[in-house]
């Protein structure tokens, strides 16, 4: 069975600072990771996404996010944050085989970006 | 390009009312599914499917059913619905990698679903 844990529910950082948000997975087969965004009463925007390739990933706005296999980890990060970061943030796992699962989510980290 | 289209947006139902939301996506993409997001509890998978003909339970399945005749369109209906039902459905298309993995998921905008 696959699940995503995703470490805090909330994070709180100052305009200007780095961010970090984390997630593990575990999977029995060779992932995809997902990271996507919610910002209040929107649907959901991709923020970038491993299948594979590069274990350091680039996505929109700055963010990246690293897979470390050995530690099953995926966290998110960006160098400095921005008020329009605020957001809802889902990590993400799918199988790489073609089994009919869908995709997995994390409960989400609620990320406030203060003044 | 519209992508994915979910209808309506917003809907009040009664206790014990039927209703089909409805999910279209023009990307010619096998998989859909749809998911219901609640408070502190991300997304969950209600029903899927690997393409038209071909539907699979997900997490939280009981109370709603699905149907895929045409690889556009994935409806999810609800048969007697109850306050538990609450919630915010999205629906989602993907697509098979040249590896044979799944691609990223694409999201409808969303229905606020209330059960009074």
């Known amino acids: 069975a696959q699940s995503v844990t995703q470490l805090d529910s909330h994070v709180s950082v100052s305009e200007g600072t780095p961010v970090l948000l984390r997630c593990n997975y575990s999977?029995?087969?060779?992932?995809?990771l997902f990271w996507y965004v919610q910002h209040p009463n929107k649907g959901l925007q991709l923020l970038l996404k491993y299948t594979s390739a590069a274990t350091l990933v680039k996505g929109i706005n700055g963010f990246e996010a690293e897979f470390k296999k050995s530690e099953t980890s995926f966290h998110l990060t960006k160098p400095s944050a921005h008020m329009s970061d605020a957001a809802e943030y889902f990590c993400v796992v799918t199988l790489m085989d073609t089994g009919r699962r869908a995709l997995t989510f994390g409960s989400g980290t609620r990320l406030q970006v203060q003044p | 390009n519209a992508g994915v289209t979910q209808t309506p947006k917003f809907q009040v139902l009664k206790t014990g009312q039927s209703m089909t939301l409805q999910c279209a996506q023009d990307?010619?993409?096998?998989?859909m599914s749809w998911y219901r997001q609640d408070p502190g509890m991300g997304l969950r998978l209600i029903h899927y499917s690997v393409g038209a003909g071909i539907t699979d339970q997900g997490e939280v399945p009981n109370g709603y059913n699905v149907s895929r005749s045409t690889t556009e369109d994935f409806p999810l209906r609800l048969l007697s619905a109850a306050p538990s039902q609450t919630s915010v459905y999205f629906c989602?298309?993907?697509?098979?990698?040249?590896?044979?993995?799944?691609?990223?998921?694409?999201f409808g905008q969303g229905t606020r679903l209330t059960v009074v």
């Open positions: 989602a298309s993907s697509y098979s990698s040249g590896t044979g993995g799944r691609t990223e998921a694409f």
């Open positions: 990307m010619n993409h096998e998989y």
């Open positions: 999977s029995s087969y060779s992932p995809s």
